[in-house]
């Protein structure tokens, strides 16, 4: 037996070791374990692949991004697979983006005629400096090994097994878009396993990918039997709020195929920049990866991937040991339903049998409310008083600083500190029932919103069941000492499940959701308060994670300037404007440094040069711009094929050549413009929702060209009203700005890296045409 003076220290290890347990058991080891086994994924061999792939940038029509693609095609030929080449103009309507992909193909042969197992992710890495390492070269060498391990079987699958290495999934997603759009495999297609990156660590989650209902889906995947599944049915809402979808979107969007999406997030500073690196790939991730796909790999190949529609959804989240846990969706309103009840005989029966008073519960809502409003208040207010502070963090463009799992600390830290402050009288003057009723309250209604509109989320239901079993417990004769220790144990699921989404928020979303981790931190505080009632010392805990809040603040702040491994990203563009014969030194950071000082100076102006300039897909714009000296660049031919009017419509054709060999051709609409059709080198934009040609642009971007070849042409072929006004800005783009005699530039230092997501390093002709 425990003597009773350490069951507090004991129901203290109790919960911190289910937090950590809730983290641990997410991923497998990182250590790298030689295998002499064929028939076993192994993780040096897929890390030997990802450092030969990911030597330099790669994006979609550099030099790199052949040796990587004839790399590849190599390797899957050593393996005895025939691989094809799928060569495709592709368009993306949502992403304004075009291309010229290259796709590489292979399929390995089943014994029987049912639907195929693809599986897919992505050779190119991001524009124009990502080494493209996690994102998604690790899907690419995860897919490569387990495909040798599988052959090495040397076991016919059921099923065909088709492998799609995607290009250009960076510009727009555009190689699935060419596969399911163009080849004759994609109708084979029965079922898609993807594996991405939005981070370079972490654990991988499952991300389901349907039109229809989940069921068979959820029920297949446990049946695979997947090491470590990190999934639940409130992921994919989440990942619906990303500014960003995935090849398999494709797939789903267009050909109602669906599929799984395996990714880590974690580490997000790192995406889509330079440091997204071999070197900072977590090993961690990598075998999480591989476990997903040796455990799918083997159970899809032969299972029947006709028969995975359903119109019913389950709720679904990942429990150690256990796999998958799930019920309908159905289930979720009669649960909520029934607790909603009980909460109220609880209430009346309580107050009847004199367990609760009316007082106690109305002032046991004073501290939970109090901990609540501050807590979210100094998250909130503490996050944009710290961006003013640190006005740096504003070009990391992600939304999640290097020292940002310190914040996370931190405002966690705050948050239980100013829990136990509030509380700490509260704990002596009344009882955990009467204490017990605020957070149950809560834990309540905020389930009667998940109930009507948001039913994924239906597993928040637990903790309101658990804290109804610690309510019956209460009203027996158990000794108080043996009720602290038999309610830690009762909160070990709830800590274990609800722990890392406190962590997941902040790193999936930004640091803007501390304010969410903040609350979620006081409703898990409020679900233990049973416990923590018990405690002796609360003005001592309140102190104590004062001092954790202090310290992991000092640390972000240490922590918060830039290094070698944490590099400040920058940006400059050297824009020439024909028409007005002007140049302007232009910039995406919110503040100047060494390395854009050379260029922009001390006479700096703050904003664009033109109130219409491409911008990323977090809407970032150009924050400070200069003239500059007209340099002598080769202007893009742009020329009229065609103007036609055709009864009240006008067709129109353009075509422009680049005799400099730019990377990218942009075309910017400064009025809404309105096309009728619309089409880039004889492909047509797709509207998807009623099968014609319709496409507009408000303000801003119409289409992105990508130039894969020396001598590739863009025509563009559109009909609008014949009335429709037309004034396009023409932005032709090469990433030449170092290579470029004409310039005398002082490198970056080794601290900084190019800024990413906005378009950088580059030389830009801008040619406005009005018709």
Same mark, same amino acid.
């Given at each position: 037996?425990?003597?009773?003076?350490?069951?507090?220290?004991?129901?203290?290890?109790?919960?911190?070791?289910?937090?950590?347990?809730?983290?641990?058991?997410?991923?497998?080891?990182?250590?790298?374990?030689?295998?002499?086994?064929?028939?076993?994924?192994?993780?040096?061999?897929?890390?030997?692949?990802?450092?030969?792939?990911?030597?330099?940038?790669?994006?979609?029509?550099?030099?790199?991004?052949?040796?990587?693609?004839?790399?590849?095609?190599?390797?899957?030929?050593?393996?005895?697979?025939?691989?094809?080449?799928?060569?495709?103009?592709?368009?993306?309507?949502?992403?304004?983006?075009?291309?010229?992909?290259?796709?590489?193909?292979?399929?390995?042969?089943?014994?029987?005629?049912?639907?195929?197992?693809?599986?897919?992710?992505?050779?190119?890495?991001?524009?124009?400096?990502?080494?493209?390492?996690? +994102?998604?070269?690790?899907?690419?060498?995860?897919?490569?090994?387990?495909?040798?391990?599988?052959?090495?079987?040397?076991?016919?699958?059921?099923?065909?097994?088709?492998?799609?290495?995607?290009?250009?999934?960076?510009?727009?997603?555009?190689?699935?878009?060419?596969?399911?759009?163009?080849?004759?495999?994609?109708?084979?297609?029965?079922?898609?396993?993807?594996?991405?990156?939005?981070?370079?660590?972490?654990?991988?989650?499952?991300?389901?990918?349907?039109?229809?209902?989940?069921?068979?889906?959820?029920?297949?995947?446990?049946?695979?039997?997947?090491? =470590?599944?990190?999934?639940?049915?409130?992921?994919?809402?989440?990942?619906?709020?990303?500014?960003?979808?995935?090849?398999?979107?494709?797939?789903?969007?267009?050909?109602?195929?669906?599929?799984?999406?395996?990714?880590?997030?974690?580490?997000?500073?790192?995406?889509?920049?330079?440091?997204?690196?071999?070197?900072?790939?977590?090993?961690?991730?990598?075998?999480?990866?591989?476990?997903?796909?040796?455990?799918?790999?083997?159970?899809?190949?032969?299972?029947?991937?006709?028969?995975?529609?359903?119109?019913?959804?389950?709720?679904?989240?990942?429990?150690?040991?256990?796999?998958?846990?799930?019920?309908?969706?159905?289930?979720?309103?009669?649960?909520?339903?029934?607790?909603?009840?009980?909460?109220?005989?609880?209430?009346?029966?309580?107050?009847?049998?004199?367990?609760?008073?009316?007082?106690?519960?109305?002032?046991?809502?004073?501290?939970?409310?109090?901990?609540?409003?501050?807590?979210?208040?100094?998250?909130?207010?503490?996050?944009?008083?710290?961006?003013?502070?640190?006005?740096?963090?504003?070009?990391?463009?992600?939304?999640?600083?290097?020292?940002?799992?310190?914040?996370?600390?931190?405002?966690?830290?705050?948050?239980?500190?100013?829990?136990?402050?509030?509380?700490?009288?509260?704990?002596?003057?009344?009882?955990?029932?009467?204490?017990?009723?605020?957070?149950?309250?809560?834990?309540?209604?905020?389930?009667?919103?998940?109930?009507?509109?948001?039913?994924?989320?239906?597993?928040?239901?637990?903790?309101?069941?658990?804290?109804?079993?610690?309510?019956?417990?209460?009203?027996?004769?158990?000794?108080?000492?043996?009720?602290?220790?038999?309610?830690?144990?009762?909160?070990?699921?709830?800590?274990?499940?609800?722990?890392?989404?406190?962590?997941?928020?902040?790193?999936?979303?930004?640091?803007?959701?501390?304010?969410?981790?903040?609350?979620?931190?006081?409703?898990?505080?409020?679900?233990?308060?049973?416990?923590?009632?018990?405690?002796?010392?609360?003005?001592?805990?309140?102190?104590?994670?004062?001092?954790?809040?202090?310290?992991?603040?000092?640390?972000?702040?240490?922590?918060?300037?830039?290094?070698?491994?944490?590099?400040?990203?920058?940006?400059?563009?050297?824009?020439?404007?024909?028409?007005?014969?002007?140049? =302007?030194?232009?910039?995406?950071?919110?503040?100047?440094?060494?390395?854009?000082?050379?260029?922009?100076?001390?006479?700096?102006?703050?904003?664009?040069? +033109?109130?219409?300039?491409?911008?990323?897909?977090?809407?970032?714009?150009?924050?400070?711009?200069?003239?500059?000296?007209?340099?002598?660049?080769?202007?893009?031919?742009?020329?009229?094929?065609?103007?036609?009017?055709?009864?009240?419509?006008?067709?129109?054709?353009?075509?422009?050549?680049?005799?400099?060999?730019?990377?990218?051709?942009?075309?910017?609409?400064?009025?809404?413009?309105?096309?009728?059709?619309?089409?880039?080198?004889?492909?047509?934009?797709?509207?998807?929702?009623?099968?014609?040609?319709?496409?507009?642009?408000?303000?801003?971007?119409?289409?992105?060209?990508?130039?894969?070849?020396?001598?590739?042409?863009?025509?563009?072929?559109?009909?609008?009203?014949?009335?429709?006004?037309?004034?396009?800005?023409?932005?032709?783009?090469?990433?030449?700005?170092?290579?470029?005699?004409?310039?005398?530039?002082?490198?970056?230092?080794?601290?900084?890296?190019?800024?990413?997501?906005?378009?950088?390093?580059?030389?830009?002709?801008?040619?406005?045409?009005?018709?």
């Amino acid at each position: 037996m425990i003597p009773k003076k350490y069951y507090q220290t004991v129901s203290l290890l109790i919960i911190i070791g289910s937090i950590f347990y809730g983290f641990y058991s997410l991923t497998p080891s990182a250590k790298i374990e030689k295998t002499s086994s064929l028939t076993e994924f192994s993780a040096d061999k897929a890390l030997l692949q990802l450092k030969e792939i990911t030597k330099k940038p790669h994006f979609t029509g550099s030099e790199e991004h052949e040796d990587v693609r004839n790399h590849l095609v190599s390797e899957l030929e050593k393996l005895g697979l025939q691989v094809e080449i799928q060569q495709q103009m592709a368009v993306n309507q949502k992403w304004r983006a075009a291309t010229n992909t290259k796709n590489i193909l292979a399929r390995i042969k089943g014994s029987g005629n049912g639907k195929a197992l693809l599986l897919l992710s992505h050779y190119d890495s991001n524009p124009h400096s990502s080494l493209g390492a996690s +994102d998604a070269g690790s899907g690419v060498v995860v897919i490569l090994e387990g495909v040798r391990a599988f052959l090495a079987k040397k076991e016919i699958p059921k099923n065909d097994i088709i492998i799609c290495i995607s290009d250009a999934e960076e510009l727009g997603l555009l190689g699935a878009n060419a596969f399911v759009n163009h080849h004759p495999w994609a109708k084979d297609v029965g079922l898609v396993l993807n594996f991405e990156a939005r981070g370079s660590g972490g654990p991988s989650y499952m991300l389901l990918e349907t039109n229809g209902g989940n069921k068979k889906l959820i029920e297949a995947f446990q049946q695979a039997n997947t090491d =470590y599944p990190v999934a639940t049915s409130l992921m994919y809402s989440i990942y619906k709020m990303l500014p960003n979808d995935t090849d398999l979107t494709v797939f789903r969007e267009g050909a109602n195929i669906d599929g799984y999406n395996f990714a880590f997030i974690d580490d997000h500073f790192d995406y889509h920049t330079v440091q997204d690196s071999y070197e900072r790939t977590d090993i961690n991730s990598l075998n999480h990866q591989a476990s997903y796909l040796m455990a799918t790999l083997s159970y899809f190949a032969n299972a029947d991937l006709g028969n995975l529609k359903s119109e019913t959804d389950y709720v679904y989240f990942n429990f150690p040991y256990i796999g998958l846990v799930f019920y309908p969706f159905s289930w979720v309103i009669p649960i909520f339903a029934v607790c909603a009840v009980l909460f109220f005989v609880m209430l009346f029966m309580g107050v009847l049998k004199k367990k609760l008073t009316v007082k106690g519960i109305t002032r046991g809502f004073y501290p939970f409310m109090a901990s609540m409003l501050t807590s979210a208040a100094l998250a909130f207010f503490g996050w944009k008083l710290l961006l003013k502070i640190h006005p740096q963090y504003n070009d990391i463009l992600q939304g999640f600083t290097y020292n940002g799992y310190y914040y996370i600390a931190a405002f966690v830290s705050f948050t239980l500190a100013i829990c136990f402050w509030f509380y700490k009288s509260y704990f002596i003057k009344r009882t955990k029932q009467d204490l017990s009723v605020a957070p149950l309250f809560f834990w309540l209604a905020i389930n009667g919103f998940v109930a009507f509109y948001l039913p994924g989320a239906g597993f928040f239901i637990l903790p309101v069941l658990i804290l109804f079993g610690i309510f019956f417990i209460a009203k027996f004769s158990i000794s108080k000492v043996n009720m602290l220790l038999l309610f830690t144990v009762f909160s070990i699921p709830v800590l274990i499940i609800f722990a890392p989404l406190v962590k997941m928020l902040p790193v999936g979303l930004g640091l803007k959701m501390l304010v969410v981790s903040s609350v979620f931190t006081v409703l898990l505080f409020g679900f233990l308060v049973p416990v923590f009632q018990q405690y002796k010392d609360h003005k001592k805990l309140s102190f104590v994670f004062l001092f954790i809040g202090f310290m992991a603040l000092i640390s972000a702040s240490v922590n918060s300037s830039y290094t070698v491994d944490r590099k400040k990203p920058n940006s400059v563009l050297y824009v020439f404007d024909s028409n007005k014969n002007e140049a =302007y030194w232009a910039s995406y950071n919110a503040e100047t440094d060494d390395f854009t000082k050379q260029f922009l100076g001390e006479n700096l102006t703050k904003g664009s040069y +033109d109130g219409n300039t491409t911008a990323s897909k977090y809407k970032t714009s150009i924050q400070f711009h200069t003239k500059a000296v007209v340099i002598n660049m080769q202007k893009p031919l742009i020329s009229i094929v065609s103007d036609t009017i055709i009864g009240t419509d006008r067709k129109l054709t353009l075509r422009i050549e680049s005799p400099r060999n730019a990377n990218k051709i942009e075309l910017l609409t400064k009025t809404p413009i309105y096309f009728k059709s619309f089409m880039v080198n004889k492909e047509p934009v797709r509207n998807d929702r009623n099968g014609k040609y319709v496409f507009s642009a408000e303000k801003g971007t119409i289409m992105n060209f990508y130039r894969t070849s020396k001598d590739e042409i863009l025509e563009i072929e559109f009909m609008v009203d014949k009335n429709q006004v037309i004034d396009i800005d023409v932005l032709e783009a090469k990433y030449d700005l170092f290579t470029n005699p004409q310039f005398k530039i002082t490198p970056r230092t080794e601290m900084m890296m190019p800024m990413p997501f906005v378009l950088n390093d580059a030389t830009v002709i801008k040619t406005n045409l009005k018709f």
